[in-house]
């Protein structure tokens, strides 16, 4: 696996099934956004951000652990992101956020392509997921008065579908089995594990089509 793959994934059919459902125009707002509120509602922008570890070994990528106090999701695990500003673009958004929250430098990081928005009915906001590239391990600066921890994760950990998980989730009136993950004892849900699950899927299509093509 290397940076190839995560393209090819990029650009790939968005995959099928509860992926799908979850993450498509159909739970983008406006369509599910509850007729009673005015205006568009509110953006948002994430980012999964990819690199090659200190040995220049598997590729990593990383999550962070909110603080306990905050307002909004306290103590919940999440990608580096937030809020879109009126004076940016979602893109610049996500490089903001990641400079903020974990202290990458954004014209380090190259932008690589997009997942699928998607809503999030209890906050009002669509999120908008990146996945961005270093060319090497950074050093990590964490925003104190919002992250609690950071939580280094390699992508073959995602890609171990002994670590991944099936709960019953009620949205848009509907039952669906979705994913969470365990990482290092901690339990990666709701949007997170939806943006995370969108990208491994698209990767292991374009991994396993790889390996077919060898086979030939």
Not at 41 to 55: D, K, S
Not at 131 to 157: C, K, M, T, Y
Request: proline letters at 5%; hydrophobic letters at 35%.
């Amino acid at each position: 696996m290397n940076r190839s793959s995560i393209e090819k994934a990029l650009v790939s059919v968005r995959p099928d099934g509860w992926v799908s459902e979850m993450s498509s125009s159909k739970l983008v707002r406006p369509e599910t956004r509850p007729k009673e509120l005015a205006g568009e509602g509110r953006q948002a922008a994430v980012m999964l951000l990819i690199y090659r570890g200190t040995n220049n070994d598997s590729l990593q990528t990383v999550l962070t652990r909110r603080k306990d106090d905050l307002q909004h999701h306290p103590g919940q695990i999440s990608l580096p992101g937030g809020r879109h500003e009126e004076d940016e673009t979602l893109e610049q958004t996500s490089l903001r956020e990641v400079e903020e929250e974990i202290g990458i430098d954004r014209s380090s990081i190259e932008i690589l392509g997009t997942l699928n928005s998607i809503y999030v009915p209890p906050s009002d906001f669509t999120v908008t997921p990146f996945v961005g590239w270093l060319s090497e391990e950074p050093a990590f600066v964490l925003q104190a008065d919002e992250v609690a921890e950071l939580i280094r994760v390699p992508v073959n950990h995602f890609l171990d579908r002994s670590n991944r998980r099936n709960s019953s989730v009620t949205s848009d009136r509907k039952v669906r089995e979705v994913p969470w993950f365990s990482v290092q004892q901690n339990q990666v849900w709701g949007a997170t594990a939806i943006i995370i699950d969108d990208f491994i899927q698209r990767l292991e299509a374009v991994l396993h089509a790889s390996i077919d093509k060898d086979k030939r």
